[in-house]
């Protein structure tokens, strides 16, 4: 679905390099779908537990069974939801955020709808990113259609680009380089978004930016 949605937004198909970029740099590709909140509030009420108002071991239990999926072992589930009595709303959200999971399928296989013929998740934000032989940073185009996600995808990228930097003990700055960033209807989306985390403009349609 993502890949359909690439090709859609940049008008040529990228699928070679994109699985080639995923496959190689797991880490500096990054997503926002853009989730139906009525579905997901659908599942959760269902199987809520009606006294704290969360999914529980038992419920969310009943929700994995539903949906096909193995249930958890309280150790498990424990580890999921830390020192909460269960999963509360925006948890689930960020669980069915994840790009293994498929909200459409699952309130298909609990509601008995049609949702499973609808169209693939859909999504509000992707970058995808390789490293570069300067021990850099190679990022874009990077798709938005928001301020919001747009600089979701990008900090999650920095910082994990960081982290690799740092573990491979490489010393000195960071060069990262956005080659493009293509926005929704604002046509200052991007500009918004690099100047919320430092970019300083270069040359061309390039930004550098340079972090420890």
């Known amino acids: 679905a993502l890949v359909d949605a690439d090709s859609k937004a940049i ?3 990228r699928s070679a390099i994109l699985y080639t970029w995923h496959q190689r740099y797991p880490k500096l590709c990054w997503t926002v779908k853009d989730l139906d909140k009525n579905k997901i509030k659908a599942v959760f009420n269902k199987f809520k537990d009606a006294e704290t108002g969360t999914l529980r071991f038992e419920g969310f239990n009943r929700l994995l069974t539903a949906t096909g999926n193995s249930p958890l072992s309280q150790e498990d ?3 999921v939801v830390g020192d909460a009595p ?7 959200t960020e669980l069915y955020s994840l790009e293994s999971a498929d909200l459409a399928r699952d309130h298909a296989a609990i509601f008995g709808s049609n949702t499973a013929k609808e169209e693939p ?6 970058v995808f990113g390789r ?9 874009g185009p990077l798709m938005a259609r928001d ?3 747009g600089t979701a995808v990008m ?3 920095l910082r994990a680009g960081c982290v690799e930097h740092k573990l491979r003990q490489r010393k ?6 956005l080659i493009k960033f293509e926005s929704g209807p604002a046509a200052e989306l991007g500009g918004q978004v690099l100047s919320q985390l430092g970019f300083k403009k270069a040359y061309s349609s390039n930004f550098m930016v340079r972090g420890d």
């Open 172 to 177: 000195g700055p960071l060069p990262v380089e």
């Open 11 to 13: 008008g040529a198909d």
């Open 147 to 149: 301020a919001e996600a």
């Open 121 to 126: 998740a859909s999504f509000r934000a992707w």
């Open 155 to 157: 900090l999650a990228t």
């Open 86 to 92: 269960g999963l509360d709303f925006s948890a689930l």
């Open 131 to 139: 490293q570069t032989v300067s021990n850099g940073l190679f990022l």
């Open 77 to 79: 589930f424990a580890g």
